[in-house]
Structure formats: structure tokens, C-alpha cells
């Protein structure tokens, strides 16, 4: 069987990896909240949450080379397509989040309360609303910060095709392209690290758009892998990398170690089939893994509103809280992130996919009905 025939027959949908976008979100928003928890310790664990980030954009570079690699390769890929797709994906709920961000920052202004000045950055503004906020391009990290990173993914979005050029010629070679990633990715980060004084993986509004390409790029690999052939014992090796991975967060190894065993992880989970992943491929996983985005985008808005009243209504100053308000807050934040999910996510991809499909079709139409019988017949061919 080839490696081609392979994909054709791989599921459109991989719902272990679609759950563990849940586990990587959560990951930050812990970390994002901890300073909140009074009487917190210190923790590994919990420092390497901004690891959550790189999670997922391994997880970008797996998950678009599963969907449009081969397209890309045989030519038969449109790019106004993926980016219209990828804007329907990512847009909406970033400028939800971003409207939501500067009317509690007002709000808070009203009833008297200090706000960071860089929260309300106008200047940062037109940055945040072209989604090119971390590409060095805005003043300070301003409205909602989390969304640097989506700029960073819009950035991987525009150089797909690069990627797809790159990945599709290494497809019949991809150890090797594994091994040349996660070395391209070591020297990045030990040579950025140098270069800079701080790691690469604490990159943000600066340097975000080069903290994707690496982690991108080994998505891609990884998938290359995944596409000639899933891994034999993947319940094993999903253990054992998730162990690890745990493992050097805690430790607080060296970014590089905890990010190539995330990339192992993710291989091991997109290996297991549907059919044998259980309770990952479950309709609660799953779900929680479609909100995950909205978990991630609403997290610092919802801290400043939620942390903010409990510091009120419990006499809490510093902002330092109890720790069953905290996880209460922290519970919370998937069902707002799902109220996001269903009254502006969810909806606004499904309204912009729409649009896309229906300028599409009559654009089609318009060519059939200027197009001769010869022409028609020859469009029916295929179908014969």
C-alpha cells in the first residue's frame, strides 16, 4: 500500500488529538490563574503552562497537514479557500474577545477601578484587528494578550504553502524530516535564546510568528510519520510520552525536551483509531475539545471579571483567593468558554463557511451558463 493510499484512508476526523486541544488549553488557563490561588506554591508543573501553547501549535501543523497536505502537493489546493476558512475559524471569536476585553477595561475605568494602561492600547489596536499583533508590528501587549498567539497561527496559515512545499517533497522520508525538525527547532531555540536573553518559548508579541514556525514545522513532520504508517502500540507510547512530557515540565527541563515529547504525544493519540481510543474519542471529549479555542480566548477576559468580583465580594485586596473560590472560577471557565463557543464561535464559522459556499456556487452557475455544449459535456465527463 502507499503512503497516498494510506491517507485516502485515514478518518477525516482524529478525536484523541481533538480531545487533548481541552488538555493544552487548561494548561494555560492554570497557569494563567495561579498567581490568583492564595498561599500557592511554587511549581513546575504550572511554570510550564505557556507550554500549552507550543501544544497546540504542533497540533496546527499536524492537523492542516492531515487536511490539506496532499491537496497542496497534487495542486488541486486553493489558498483563498484555506484562508477564508482559516478567518472563519479563528476571527470571529478573537474580536468577540477583543470588544469584550476593552468593555470590562472600560467598565472597570466607570466604577472607578484601575485599569493597565496597556489593556486599552489604541495604538496596539490596528495590529490586534489585522491579527499581525505578534509579528513585532504592535507597541505593547494590549486588549486580549492570549490572541498574540493567534496571530502567530495566521502567520503559519499565510506560509502554509511554504510548509506544503517543504513537507510534500520529504513524504516519502519522514524520519528523516522528523529528525530535521526537531533539529531546526533545537538550533532556533538554543541560537534565539542567545541571540535574545530569553527563551524563544516566552516569545509573544515580538516574536510570535517565529515561535509557530518551528513547532509548525514539526507538526508537519510528525504527521508525515503518522501518514506512511500509525504507530503499532499507541496507548503505549501515548503513556509513556504524556509521562514524559509531565515529567520535564515538572523538572523544568529545557523547553526543547518538553515540546519534542508533546510532538510524540500527539503522534501516539492521532495513531489510535476512533474505534479503540475510548473515553478520548467520547462525545464529552470530543466537545470539550471543539470549545477548547473558546476555553483559551476567554480565559483572561474572564479572570479579570470573575477573579475582580471575587476580590470584592470576599475582601480579597491583593487578589489572592481562597482556594474553592479559585477552583470554582477555574470551573467555571469552560461554561463560559461554551457559551462563547454557542452564541459566537460556532455560529460566526458556520455564517462565514456559508458565504463562501454560496459565492462559490454562484460563481459556478455563472460558468455554466456561459459555457458552451462542448464545454458542459466535457464537465459531465467524470461523472459518466
Same mark, same amino acid.
Given at each position: ?45 504550572v ?6 501553547v ?24 486553493s ?40 489593556? &486599552? *492600547?489604541? @495604538? /496596539? !489596536? $490596528? ?6 499583533? %505578534?509579528?513585532?508590528? +504592535?507597541?505593547?501587549? #494590549? ?22 512545499f517543504v ?47 518551528p ?51 500527539? &503522534? *501516539?493519540? @492521532? /495513531? !489510535? $483509531? ?6 478520548? %474519542?467520547?462525545?464529552? +471529549?470530543?466537545?470539550? #475539545? ?64 456559508g ?8 460563481s ?21
Amino acid at each position: 500500500m502507499t503512503p497516498d493510499q494510506t491517507h485516502a484512508q485515514t478518518p477525516a476526523d482524529l478525536r484523541p488529538i481533538t480531545a487533548l486541544r481541552f488538555g493544552a488549553a487548561m494548561w494555560v488557563a492554570v497557569y494563567t490563574f495561579w498567581e490568583n490561588l492564595a498561599g500557592a506554591g511554587q511549581s513546575g508543573l504550572v511554570a510550564k503552562g505557556y507550554l500549552g501553547v507550543e501544544l497546540f501549535f504542533v497540533l496546527s501543523g499536524f492537523i492542516l497537514s492531515h487536511v490539506y497536505l496532499q491537496a497542496a502537493g497534487e495542486k488541486s489546493f486553493s489558498y483563498k479557500s484555506f484562508l477564508w476558512a482559516r478567518v472563519a475559524r479563528v476571527y470571529p471569536l478573537h474580536i468577540a474577545t477583543l470588544i469584550g476585553v476593552g468593555l470590562l477595561a472600560a467598565a472597570a475605568l466607570f466604577a472607578g477601578m484601575s485599569v493597565d494602561g496597556n489593556v &486599552l *492600547s489604541w @495604538a /496596539s !489596536l $490596528p495590529a490586534n484587528l489585522f491579527m499581525v499583533h %505578534a509579528w513585532g508590528l +504592535a507597541p505593547v501587549a #494590549g486588549w486580549n494578550h492570549p490572541s498574540w498567539s493567534i496571530s502567530a497561527e495566521w502567520f503559519a496559515y499565510l506560509c502554509f504553502p511554504l510548509f506544503a512545499f517543504v513537507f510534500w517533497r520529504a513524504r516519502h522520508r519522514p524520519i528523516a524530516a522528523v529528525v530535521g525538525a526537531a533539529a531546526f527547532l533545537a538550533i532556533l531555540y538554543f541560537v534565539f535564546e542567545q541571540w535574545a536573553g530569553f527563551a524563544l518559548t516566552e516569545a509573544t508579541i515580538r516574536w510570535g510568528a517565529l515561535r509557530i514556525v518551528p513547532c509548525f514545522a514539526l507538526g508537519c513532520a510528525l504527521y508525515l510519520v503518522y501518514r506512511r504508517a500509525p504507530l503499532k502500540a499507541p496507548w503505549l507510547s501515548a503513556a509513556v510520552s504524556f509521562g514524559l512530557m509531565v515529567l520535564s515540565a515538572a523538572l523544568g527541563l529545557w523547553d526543547g525536551v518538553t515540546v519534542l515529547l508533546a510532538g510524540a504525544l500527539i &503522534l *501516539s493519540l @492521532a /495513531s !489510535l $483509531p476512533n474505534e479503540r481510543a475510548g473515553w478520548l %474519542a467520547s462525545k464529552p +471529549a470530543v466537545y470539550l #475539545g471543539e470549545i477548547s479555542y473558546s476555553v483559551y480566548m476567554v480565559c483572561v477576559p474572564w479572570k479579570l471579571l470573575a477573579v475582580g468580583l471575587a476580590a470584592k465580594v470576599f475582601d480579597a485586596p491583593d487578589k489572592q483567593l481562597q482556594i474553592f473560590v479559585w477552583l470554582a472560577i477555574l470551573a467555571l471557565l469552560p461554561v463560559v468558554a461554551a457559551v462563547s463557543y454557542h452564541l459566537v464561535e460556532h455560529p460566526a464559522r458556520k455564517a462565514l463557511r456559508g458565504m463562501a459556499k454560496r459565492s462559490n456556487k454562484v460563481s459556478a452557475n455563472s460558468l455554466k451558463s456561459s459555457a458552451t455544449p462542448k464545454q458542459l459535456a466535457t464537465e459531465r465527463e467524470p461523472m459518466a
